[in-house]
Structure formats: C-alpha cells, structure tokens
C-alpha cells in the first residue's frame, strides 16, 4: 500500500500534520505503538490540557538556533489554534501569563484531532510498532506487522524521552541519527531540581510554595516555587530547569515585590517585632523558620543592628542553591535538545539532505517554556509540514 506519507506518531504534532495533509486531499497514514492517540496530551494541564499560549513567540523557545521556530509559528498562531477549538464548541479560559486550558476536560481536544483526522480520511494504525524503516528512489519502506507500506513522504513526530509511562522514547533519534542526521544531546527539561544533603533543611519543607522569582545566568522567572522531599519544583523552576546547567547555581529572590531597604522601615515603623513575624507576614512560617536557621538569626528588629538586617535582606534576596541535578525524564513534561535545526527547513520541517523526511513537535530541537508554548510548536510545526509535502 502507497500512501503520500506516513506519520509516525499520533501524539498533538502528529495528529495535527496527518489531518492538515489529509484536508488537503493527501492520503496519510498515522501509526503509534500505543493502542490510543493523544496521552501526553490527556494528562497534561491538570487534565484541562494548556493547548496554547497568547505569548507563543520564538523568544520562548530553546533552541541550538533561537531563530529557527519562527517561521512555523508566524504561519500558524495561537488564534489560528483557537479558532480550530472554537469551532468544535470547545469552551476554553485564560488562567495567568496567557495560559489557555479548557474547561472541561484535555479528552476534548484529542477528540477534535481523531474527528478532524477521520473527517480527512487519514487512517490510523495505533497499537502497532513500525519494527523496520528504509529509505529508496520511491520514498519510504515501513514494515508493521510484518507488512510493507510505502510512503512518499515520512514524519517523525514521536517527540522525545520525557514521561517513559506513557511510552516516550527516544524512537526519532534513532530514526534520525540513521539517516545521518545530527540530534542535539537530549535533556529533561521541565522538570523538578534536585538538592543535595547540604540542603536537607530546605527538604523538610516539603509541600510549602511560595512566590519568588529565580534567576540562572541572565535568565529569570518570577512564579510560584515548591519544596519537595527531593528539591525543588513549582512553575519558577520548572521553567528555569530548561536553562539550568549541571553544577552551576541558582539564586532566588524570596521576596520580589519588597522595596529597597524594607527592613530598615520596618525596623524604624516597628522596633518591638520580632524579625521572624515580618517575615512570615510575607513567606510560609515553616519556610521562614528554615531561612532564619540558615542565617541565624532571631529577635526583635530592634536588637538588630542595621547591618545584619541590610546583610539579611541582601541575602533573602540573592539565595544560591546548588542542585545537584534533576529528577529526569521521569518527571519531565518535555524534552530539550533533540533533532538538530541545522539539519531541517524551517519553512517545510523536511531534512535538508534527506528529501520526503520530516521531523517535527518535540523530536526537534525546539523547546517551549511552561504554559502551552510546546503545544503550540507541536501545532505550528505539524501544520507547516502537512502543507508541505
């Protein structure tokens, strides 16, 4: 059987390829190992699935070449997704930071993506594994159970390794570095810090968030973070876990919004507070608690010299941590690194030295910050290469 292409993984940017294809009047086939479409896209966003963000630009997305993203996502945009969702009667909100998430539930949005994929007549073949891939004059050669089918066009969008449980792997690297394509080293990204026996103290907070804003090399977000019993997690390091480098230090300000010398007014307003009632005006007292033994420190403001609250201040407002490494691709909502850029047109997603070979979504390298900007490159990258081949 001959089809014009063959998409190898029914996930958001496989699924958003195989049905911009096939309204095209292209025949496609979509395959997976697994025995449904659309997983990670079922748990993600709470199960409210974070399909998009109004922020979706290229400079929130990591890359070998930070210019790579932008023609896919200039040529299909957040409103272009909405509108897709809009006409399905899906009712959606904006959470904070240009987040959209439905309001019922992520199954919706893998609904509309198998009914737009059946309405273009793609076919599916879920629960069944390509086991050989080969490449001729005539385009592809992919073996499943046992059988040969023929693509003229094949598309890698079986994303990258993070969330193993949901059968994640690292397929498309395979696939890629076979066909003599470079892939950046892969990394979890998204993913909660670790920390070391050093922050032990900082460990028996598990479950306390606060408001900060955490800061890595030039790069900075200002979100909630988490304590948990192995680090760190929480949208801030989330995020800066994307950026964040094996051995080096993070520095968080625990107090983003205070003004410059706010203990010293405090001081001056109310000499008789205790140092650890102001802070936990502003922190959770069990955070507060584990910040003041650190820097030993205790008492009324009043009995504070000036200096040690300046020296406090600078120091709640500078903290280092140094993870000692991540919680891997277990935990990981993405992956960072994957298919080389250089390798692939930014206009059509199709190799440079391979013709007729897309790589898109998540096995590219291309990584979103938190809050639907994945999605969004999933959408973006699977409808420029569904108008392409």
């Not at 399905?88 to 993506?113: N, P, Y």
């Not at 040969?148 to 994303?159: F, K, N, Y």
């Not at 020296?311 to 993870?323: G, I, M, N, T, Y």
């Not at 590219?364 to 699977?382: E, I, K, P, R």
Request: glycine residues 12%; positive net charge; charged residues 20%.
């Amino acid at each position: 059987m001959t089809y014009d292409a063959i998409v190898l993984g029914a996930g958001a940017a496989g699924m958003m390829c195989a049905m911009t294809a096939g309204a095209r009047g292209k025949k496609v086939l979509l395959v997976d190992h697994a025995n449904a479409p659309g997983k990670k896209i079922l748990i993600s966003g709470g199960g409210r699935c974070n399909f998009t963000n109004l922020g979706a630009a290229a400079d929130r997305f990591l890359s070998a070449n930070p210019h790579f993203a932008k023609s896919a996502l200039s040529r299909y945009t957040p409103r272009d997704f909405i509108e897709l969702v809009e006409s399905h009667g899906i009712a959606w909100h904006e959470k904070t930071l240009g987040q959209l998430f439905c309001d019922g539930s992520a199954r919706q949005i893998v609904d509309m993506l198998v009914e737009d994929c059946a309405r273009a007549g793609v076919t599916m073949a879920l629960g069944h594994p390509p086991t050989a891939i080969e490449h001729g004059s005539e385009g592809f050669r992919v073996t499943i159970d046992g059988k040969e089918l023929h693509g003229r066009a094949l598309v890698l969008a079986t994303g990258g390794p993070s969330i193993p449980k949901l059968g994640a792997t690292g397929f498309a690297y395979d696939v890629a570095r076979r066909f003599g394509l470079a892939v950046v080293q892969p990394r979890p990204a998204l993913v909660p810090l670790t920390l070391g026996p050093d922050c032990a103290l900082f460990k028996e907070l598990s479950g306390v968030s606060t408001h900060i804003s955490v800061r890595w090399n030039k790069v900075r977000f200002r979100e909630a973070a988490l304590f948990t019993h192995r680090g760190l997690s929480g949208p801030a390091m989330l995020q800066i876990s994307s950026y964040w480098q094996s051995r080096t230090p993070i520095r968080v300000d625990f107090l983003p919004e205070a003004p410059s010398d706010w203990l010293l007014a405090e001081k001056r307003a109310r000499p008789r507070v205790s140092l650890r009632r102001v802070l936990a005006e502003r922190l959770p007292e069990r955070l507060v608690d584990a910040l003041l033994d650190r820097m030993g420190l205790g008492g009324e403001l009043a009995n504070l010299p000036d200096k040690a609250l300046r020296a406090a201040q600078s120091r709640l407002s500078d903290w280092v941590f140094a993870p000692n490494g991540t919680e891997g691709f277990g935990k990981a909502e993405v992956t960072a690194g994957g298919i080389s850029t250089a390798e692939l047109s930014s206009q059509t997603m199709m190799a440079k030295r391979v013709p007729g070979l897309y790589v898109i979504g998540e096995a590219v390298d291309v990584t979103g910050w938190l809050g639907g900007y994945n999605f969004q490159w999933a959408w973006a990258s699977g409808w420029a290469a569904g108008q392409a081949f």
